[in-house]
Each structure stands twice: as C-alpha cells, then as structure tokens.
C-alpha cells in the first residue's frame, strides 16, 4: 500500500509569488491535515480536510488556504510569500476523522524556500 | 488553549541503555490523546505510541514504553535496550478535539552513541 505522497519535494520561490503544495493521502484515507514545520516554532497546525470540508483551522493567515478534492487529494495554497514562509510542510492522512482514534501517517513533506 | 512541552531539547544515550524522554502537556478537556512521533534525519514522521487519557494502564510497544501521570498531565517516553537507529527528533503531541489536529512540543534530538 502506497504511502502519503506529497509534490513537490522541493520548492523555491521568491517574496509575493504564491505556491500551491499537493499531497495524495493513503487509499480509502478520507482525512488530510496539513502542518507547517520550523526550527523556530516547531510543528504547527494549519488545517484539516475530511469529506472536502475543512474541519479545523489552526492560527495561520488568510493567505493559507486549502482545499480537498472528491479522491481525497488536498492542496495547500499559500498566496503572497513571506521569508517567515519557509519551512518543511507537512501534510497527514487518516481514515476517518471522528473523535475515535484513528493513526495518522505523515507524508515526507514538501521543504520550501521563499527568497 | 492546548500546550505541550518538551523541556529537552538534546539527549543521548549509549546504545543498549535505557533513556527517558519528558513531556507535559495542559488543556482542560478530559478526553484526549498523547502521542510520542519519531522523525528521523531527513525521513518521514512516524507514530511511535500512543496513550488513551481514559486508560489508566502505562502504553507499551516493544522496548517503548510510557508513563502517563494523568493528575500532574506528564507524559514521558522510556526507551530500553537503545539502538542506534533510535536516533531522531521525538515529538509529544496531543490530540484534545473532534478531527485529527495535533499540538505538538518543541521535540527533543536524540542521538544514540555506539
């Protein structure tokens, strides 16, 4: 079984473009959260997908969005880049997503640099 | 609001001895999940164990164990017999809500010495 699949592994943009990221979660996995990793401030919660809805939103701007198509598939779009932007971008896939446990299995991210 | 803190930001251990990882963590809800992930240099972040809040009995896979301190919301990580390929970044992180979203620590590098 294929693991969660995340493109591209390596981005480098510069100040106000904008990036889309793209991850494929595991098969029959209906919800993808996505988080934003930094030397300063660690492992951050940017958003969560189940059934094409957003579930939960952490305290990011409103130049990150994201969105989830009917496979399941999500993007994340960040618009107007910052320097602060740059990061490993993290995005995981679980089966459900209900208050009952259900393991989440990360991707291998997506490291982007805005210069 | 939800927190969770790592006060270690570097350990190491000599392979085959045993190292403990700590972890605390706030939040007013009483159901909930704690987590302990792994992400090794440059790989991908995987579960290690994961503890219930309701189960009063310490989680255990192979030679990971927990001690859960749900009163003083501690939460620390016991890794026997080390091995090298234990060296990694090891993350805390709680699950307090509906949805999957995590609250990580600040992690804690691990490096394991032959």
């Known amino acids: 079984k294929a693991g969660v699949t995340q493109t591209p592994r390596y981005l480098i943009k510069t100040r106000g473009q904008q990036v889309t990221l793209s991850c494929s979660p595991i098969?029959?996995?209906?919800?993808v959260s996505w988080y934003q990793q930094t030397p300063g401030q660690g492992l951050q919660f940017l958003f969560e997908y189940f059934s094409e809805t957003q579930r939960n939103k952490g305290n990011f701007p409103g130049r990150f969005s994201g969105r989830q198509f009917s496979n399941s598939r999500s993007e994340m779009n960040v618009s107007t880049l910052e320097l602060g932007d740059s990061a490993l971008y993290l995005c995981a896939s679980s089966r459900v997503g209900t208050t009952s446990y259900n393991e989440q299995f990360f991707g291998p991210g997506t490291r982007l640099t805005v210069l | 609001a939800q927190t969770v803190t790592q006060s270690q930001p570097e350990m190491s251990v000599q392979e085959a001895e045993t190292v403990t990882l700590s972890c605390t963590y706030d939040?007013?809800?009483?159901?909930?999940?704690l987590f302990w992930y792994k992400q090794p240099p440059s790989r991908q972040m995987i579960l290690v164990i994961r503890?219930?809040?309701?189960?009063?009995q310490n989680a255990t896979e192979n030679r990971f164990s927990v001690n859960f301190q749900k009163a003083a919301k501690s939460f620390s990580l016991k890794i026997s017999d080390s091995q090298l390929g234990d060296t990694a970044m090891y993350f805390c992180a709680g699950r307090y809500n509906a949805g999957n979203m995590l609250t990580f620590g600040g992690g804690t590098r691990l490096m394991v010495k032959p």
């Open positions: 503890q219930e809040a309701y189960k009063q």
């Open positions: 098969s029959g996995h209906r919800s």
């Open positions: 939040t007013s809800e009483n159901n909930y999940y």
